[in-house]
């Protein structure tokens, strides 16, 4: 049974491009959430999507957004990059309804 | 609002010695949930433990416990005679409501090295 599987593992953009992070759950899992770790913070939370909608966002600017497809696997899209938003981006995966959540092992985004 | 304070930023520990690692939190709310994820080098966050706040019973998995004290706010977890394998960042963090899996607040994560 894979895990929640996120690609790419790294990635490297230059100022002001646009970059596209994926995310597979774990199978049986309809939730997927969206966490950015700055270096030395804990995880934040950017936004939830479940049945293809956003379903709660966190303080994160409109460049951040998502999409939830049929199959529950889930993209980041970050537009107009910044420096600042150099970070581990982690994904996680839930079942409605259920409190435990499981990780990827994150794309770690650099922007130069 | 919520809130998760990890107060130690950095602990060392000899390897078997016993460390315990603070948490505590803040809620308005009265379900809620608690957790301890462990982020080694990798950046996995790895799963340890999951508590309600309906039940303050303590929990031992092996060479972790739990310890979960409404009255204070805190949810200590202790791992004792620490190995090498222990090294990593850990992390408190808070689900406000059953409705809203997945959706967890962190702490700013505690690293623990274990030396040899």
């Known amino acids: ?112 | 609002a919520q809130k998760v304070t990890q107060a130690q930023t950095e602990i060392s520990v000899v390897e078997k010695e016993d460390v315990t690692l603070d948490c505590v939190y803040e809620t308005r709310d009265t379900t809620y949930y608690l957790f301890w994820y462990k982020q080694p080098p990798s950046g996995e966050l790895v799963f340890l433990i999951r508590r309600n706040s309906f039940d303050e019973q303590n929990e031992i998995s092996g060479r972790y416990s739990w310890n979960f004290q409404k009255s204070t706010s805190s949810f200590n977890f202790t791992i004792t005679a620490s190995q090498v394998v222990d090294s990593a960042v850990y992390f408190c963090a808070l689900i406000k409501s059953y409705n809203q899996g997945g959706k967890l607040i962190f702490g700013q994560g505690t690293e623990l090295s274990v030396k040899p």
Do not use: M
């Not at chain 1, 969206?34 to 379903?55: D, K, M, S, T, V």
């Not at chain 1, 990059?81 to 959540?101: F, I, K, M, Q, V």
């Open chain 1, 1 to 112: 049974d894979a895990g929640v599987t996120q690609s790419p593992t790294h990635l490297i953009k230059t100022r002001g491009q646009q970059v596209t992070l994926r995310c597979s759950p774990k199978s049986g899992h309809d939730t997927v959430s969206w966490y950015q770790q700055a270096l030395g913070q804990g995880p934040q939370f950017i936004f939830q999507y479940y049945e293809e909608e956003e379903r709660q966002r966190g303080n994160f600017p409109d460049r951040f957004s998502g999409h939830q497809f049929p199959n529950y696997s889930s993209e980041l899209n970050v537009n107009a990059l910044l420096l600042g938003d150099s970070a581990l981006y982690l994904c996680a995966s839930s079942r409605r309804g259920n409190t435990e959540a499981f990780f990827g092992q994150g794309t770690r985004l650099t922007v130069v």
